[in-house]
């Protein structure tokens, strides 16, 4: 139990197009789901939480017109890059709270890797 | 959260134990030492978390210091598959459940 999962795994678009993660838990409902960003060789970045029913809660940093989130469900969030640039090239990974076996813990989609060409 | 500091990259030959340290001096009472591994590519992957006591699972153990300003997580036979980077990441279940990474441990088991 507690998966979570992301579509697409990868992806490859122009610069300028904008392009949509989406992020499920399978098996439990998330009313809080977080978005992080891994350059090359770093480490993992909170970008902005996502809350349902709510508007999300971005990162210092983070440009919330360029980062779009929608938590439609409980089960579902999605990230939109709008007007990708190469510089937003990146490992993008979501994750949700959950609960397995009495203790609380993070559970981590398998990550996206966006190409802005 | 308290800061936490880690060795930059460890090895660790097949078979034998892993102990990879952690330490989070300015830890306070309410917080909690969770443990993450992030294999190359993918996201990363819950270990072992504890707060004061130690702490086992099939995964791995968790040695925290009775002044709970450092910790050990021991992967007691390790495998070429254990090969990751381990984040050490303390957190109070108060700030809410974003985790703050740091740099981590690039552990490398080798043959």
């Known amino acids: 139990g507690a998966v979570v999962s992301q579509h697409p795994s990868w992806v490859i678009c122009k610069s300028g197009t904008s392009v949509k993660i989406e992020c499920r838990s399978l098996d439990f409902q998330a009313t809080t789901m977080f978005w992080y960003r891994q350059f090359p060789k770093q480490s993992l970045m909170l970008m902005a939480t996502?809350?349902?029913?709510?508007?999300?809660?971005?990162e210092q940093g983070v440009e919330k017109d360029k980062f779009l989130i929608n938590h439609a469900s409980l089960t579902l969030s999605t990230l939109t890059v709008t007007s990708a640039h190469p510089e937003d090239s990146s490992f993008y990974i979501c994750?949700?709270?959950?609960?397995?076996?009495?203790?609380?813990?993070?559970?981590f989609g398998p990550g996206t890797r966006l190409t802005v060409l | 959260d308290a800061k936490t500091t880690q060795p930059t990259s460890m090895d660790c030959a097949e078979g034998r134990a892993a102990n990879l340290p952690c330490n989070h001096s300015?830890?306070?009472?309410?917080?909690?030492v969770y443990w993450y591994r992030q294999i190359h590519s993918q996201g990363p992957q819950y270990i072992i978390h504890g707060l004061k006591n130690n702490e086992t699972n099939e995964m791995a153990s968790l040695i925290i210091t009775e002044d709970r300003k450092s910790s050990t997580l021991i992967l007691p036979h390790a495998t070429l598959r254990d090969t990751a980077v381990y984040y050490c990441i303390v957190r109070s279940r108060d700030s809410g459940y974003a985790l703050n990474f740091g740099k981590g441990t690039s552990l490398l088991v080798t043959p």
């Open positions: 994750s949700a709270p959950g609960s397995l076996a009495g203790k609380d813990e993070q559970f």
């Open positions: 996502s809350n349902e029913g709510s508007k999300a809660t971005y």
């Open positions: 300015t830890i306070s009472g309410n917080e909690y």
